[in-house]
């Protein structure tokens, strides 16, 4: 059995008055997460760790920023085009690890829905998909509440 592993990391401005779409689900809060798509930083940081794990480069090759077909798109549809991509190349995947960087909303009440979105959307069980959040602790760009930070690392294998 061959396995392989993914890291995948992605950053996201914050504005004011913008939606704030993160796995999947919509924060309420008073600035949103701005981009091409809609700006899901987790999404995006899981689909670069899928896509890299494969070999398949990464979410800007596959998706680029200035095709309009991207524009305004649910992230959660980059990222089963993502999962379509590695089944493909012959693998499954395993699980998913993420953590969040930010200041606010509080994600912790978030994360069972966001597991939900992610599990439905790559087909693997809920319990194989871990997300956490931190803080920067009120510094640089993330304490400002400028920006969003994501990571994530994945597991796949040959089948």
């Known amino acids: 059995m061959k396995i392989k592993v993914g890291f995948g990391f992605d950053v996201h401005q914050l504005k004011e008055n913008h939606p704030f ?4 689900v ?8 701005y981009g091409h798509s809609d700006a899901d930083v987790l999404l995006h940081a899981i689909c670069d760790a899928l ?5 398949l480069r990464d ?8 095709d309009p077909r991207w524009k305004g798109i649910s992230s959660i549809i980059l990222l089963q085009e993502s999962v379509k991509l590695v089944k493909e190349k012959g693998f499954e995947i395993g699980n998913i690890d993420a953590m969040l960087c930010l ?6 009440p978030h994360i069972p829905a966001m597991q939900a979105h992610i599990a439905t959307a790559i087909g693997i069980d809920i319990e194989d998909i871990s997300i ?3 803080t920067n602790e009120q510094m640089g760009f993330i304490g ?13 294998q040959k089948i």
Do not use: M, Q, S, W
């Open 59 to 66: 979410i800007g090759y596959h998706f680029k920023n200035t």
């Open 26 to 33: 919509d924060l309420e809060h008073h600035k949103g997460a």
């Open 21 to 24: 779409v993160v796995g999947g």
């Open 103 to 108: 200041e606010a909303p509080k994600i912790n």
């Open 51 to 55: 896509l890299g794990a494969a070999n």
């Open 132 to 134: 956490k959040a931190t």
């Open 144 to 156: 400002r509440e400028e920006g969003v930070v994501a990571y994530a690392v994945c597991l796949i």
